[in-house]
């Protein structure tokens, strides 16, 4: 029990002595990720490790790359992709993307350098921004099959609005479907392998892609007793009806089970295990190959990247909400990678992450609150619910970090 005098408790269990990485910028306070369907109310949060010399395991990860054989990868690539290669022109890849960058490259190395035939499979976003569905019509007339699945508007409204209320995690709903809907797309198709093009290896929770296996049929299958045990914006899919939602409405969000997944044999490999890039070069490569086009404001809120998460209008919120539980935000996030692929020095990222980090959002903040039914004093007050206290103090009626990098 929290004492009413302790005022530098952890709202989330996050380690109550703040660290930054000695090589980035990546702070202990990162989340390490959830299961996103059994998140619940007030759940604990494990946070990213350091090594014995205060260096983040991410950035660990990427001196490991440094000593990968990238041809002898590539020929693994090859063969594995000429055992899923279909004859007949029907779909033998499926690639999960927005149309963003790194979807487009995918789609595109696998489609023009590999001779793959893949369909793409995209998770509309709960507000399109212009920019968005703009480079989204370019992937797909760049030669692109693509099924756009967009869920009920009520349903993910409300589900967002449960998300951001208990969990301040707007974009639960989202990411729940564009991680559930590509394997049950994939059976329908007669496809049976999956190709991602992320890895959270590079993203501050580090691990070693290169020394694991190189493919996984685990596609975010659930055992079947567990579908009755699942949790949407912390709350109880049974509880779910008080709210206007039922079972019936929530298909497909939930995963397939795993007894599904293994009789068919679906495979899923990640891309970054056998391609050696990084999200400014699948930038560059996008704009000269399909088109392209960055954020046309110049950079994205609370960053200083132009051509990162530009779908959806709650983007930005997403990543605030980040700063607020954690006191990391978007520009921690992107200046990190960069730092651990050699385009900017540490001290460049501490710089940019005490200028932009943690921006509020505005550009689209009268549509978020419209598509949360809050108005703006009641969306601050779920925000500073949240403010963890080892994180967080008032001074002067404004909220100011008690730990930053650059301090």
């Known amino acids: ?75 693994e690539l090859e063969d594995i992709l000429s055992r899923y290669r279909k004859k007949d022109g029907s779909y033998d890849v499926l690639i999960p993307g927005s149309g963003g960058k790194d979807s487009q490259y995918l789609s595109y190395m696998l489609k023009y350098k590999y001779n793959m035939n893949p369909l793409t499979v995209t998770w509309a976003p709960s507000m399109y921004t212009k920019i968005g569905l703009k480079n989204f019509n370019k992937w797909i007339s760049n030669g692109f099959d693509n099924i756009l699945h967009t869920p009920s508007g009520k349903v993910h409204r409300k589900l967002s609005q449960l998300a951001f209320k208990n969990l301040l995690h707007p974009f639960q709903p989202f990411i729940i479907g564009q991680y559930n809907l590509p394997p049950k797309i994939a059976l329908q198709y007669n496809i049976k392998l999956v190709v991602i093009g992320d890895s959270y290896q590079e993203k501050g929770v580090g691990g070693n892609i290169h020394s694991e296996k190189k493919s996984s049929s685990q596609l975010y299958a659930i055992e079947k007793k567990e579908r009755e045990n699942l949790y949407f914006g912390g709350v109880h899919i049974s509880d779910l009806e008080k709210y206007g939602i039922k079972s019936k409405d929530l298909n497909q969000y939930i995963p397939l089970t795993t007894e599904k997944v293994q009789e068919y044999g679906l495979e899923r490999i990640n891309l970054p295990y056998f391609l050696n890039y990084n999200p400014q070069n699948n930038y560059y490569f996008c704009v000269e190959k399909m088109g ?116």
């Open 292 to 407: 392209f086009e960055p954020n046309p404001d110049g950079r994205s809120e609370g960053t200083y990247t132009k051509y990162s998460s530009l779908d959806d209008k709650i983007d930005c919120l997403h990543y605030y909400t980040w700063f607020i539980k954690t006191g990391r935000g978007r520009a921690t996030e992107d200046s990190g990678i960069e730092i651990r692929n050699k385009i900017i020095t540490r001290d460049e990222g501490i710089a940019l992450v005490k200028k932009f980090d943690g921006e509020r959002p505005k550009k689209y903040l009268k549509d978020i609150l419209e598509y949360l039914s809050l108005d703006e004093k009641e969306f601050d007050e779920i925000i500073d619910k949240f403010r963890s206290p080892h994180l967080w103090e008032k001074i002067k009626n404004k909220w100011v970090l008690k730990h930053a990098v650059w301090k």
């Open 1 to 75: 029990m929290i004492k009413k005098n302790q005022t530098n408790y952890s709202l989330f269990g996050l380690p109550e002595k703040v660290e930054f990485c000695k090589k980035c910028v990546e702070s202990n306070q990162r989340f390490m990720g959830s299961t996103q369907l059994n998140i619940k109310k007030n759940d604990k949060k494990l946070g990213v490790s350091f090594d014995s010399e205060g260096v983040c395991l991410s950035c660990r990860y990427y001196e490991k790359k440094e000593n990968v054989d990238w041809k002898e990868r590539e020929k």
